[in-house]
């Protein structure tokens, strides 16, 4: 299993700023997922962060816009650049169960954006 | 292109009483896996069930088990004596063998009443 901490756990942010979510895991991962989830909708993948290597962007998502870092095996960071209400969402980090290729995500308890 | 379709938003059930939540998926990839997670309030994801496209028998684990029908592309969710804590958010979720990608439904939010 693998323990995901997530820090802001909320924020009310000005529309125009920017605010940078941090993930923190308590074992080494090789891929850690970012994923939004808007009001009432489901989880949709923005990227794949690789430690190493520049971070994976889904369909619709760019780097301009949710920069990620990943400086090593156990923790990264997600930046929403100049926001938007339509940026208000839940943001999780999500990582893979550790020795499988594919098996449980396991999940941090999420960032819940608000921009006014 | 890959879906996952969870007809039910929303869905209520007497404690101690037995409720399914469906799902069906589209794809062409014959090696995948599904899975059923919960969203609580707290809002922390976790895993309910998971099932190997592989395998025939259903997987259950306690109270809850599912009814997966490959060639019906359907993969419901039973809970039998419904709990005041199964009170959440549920999302099935379908990823392709050997990959890293997830696909989630809408979700059903499933509420327990006393």
């Known amino acids: 299993s693998a323990v995901i901490s997530q820090k802001p756990s909320r924020d009310i942010c000005q529309r125009g700023t920017s605010l940078t979510i941090q993930c923190q895991v308590d074992?080494?991962?090789?891929?850690m997922f970012w994923y939004r989830q808007q009001p009432g909708q489901s989880l949709t993948l923005i990227a794949t962060?690789?430690?190493?290597?520049?971070?994976?962007?889904e369909s619709g998502f760019v780097i301009d816009k949710f920069p990620i870092s990943r400086p090593n095996l156990t923790f990264s960071t997600l930046t929403v650049s100049n926001m938007s209400p339509e940026d208000s969402s839940i943001y999780l980090c999500?990582?893979?169960?550790?020795?499988?290729?594919?098996?449980?995500?396991?999940f941090g308890e999420g960032s819940r954006l608000t921009v006014l | 292109a890959q879906t996952v379709t969870q007809s039910q938003p929303e869905m209520s059930v007497q404690e101690a009483e037995t409720v399914t939540l469906s799902c069906t998926y589209d794809?062409?990839?014959?090696?995948?896996?599904l899975f059923w997670y919960k969203q609580p309030p707290s809002r922390q994801m976790i895993l309910v069930i998971r099932?190997?496209?592989?395998?025939?028998q259903n997987a259950t684990e306690n109270r809850f088990s599912v009814n997966f029908q490959k060639a019906a592309k359907s993969f419901s969710l039973k809970i039998s004596d419904s709990q005041l804590g199964d009170t959440a958010m549920y999302f099935c979720?379908?990823?392709?063998?050997?990959?890293?990608?997830?696909?989630f439904g809408t979700g059903t939010r499933l509420k327990v009443l006393a």
């Open positions: 999500s990582v893979k169960s550790p020795g499988q290729v594919t098996g449980e995500l396991f």
């Open positions: 074992s080494q991962v090789t891929m």
């Open positions: 962060a690789n430690q190493g290597s520049e971070a994976t962007y």
């Open positions: 794809t062409s990839e014959n090696n995948y896996y």
């Open positions: 099932q190997e496209a592989y395998k025939q």
């Open positions: 979720a379908f990823s392709p063998s050997e990959t890293y990608k997830y696909i």
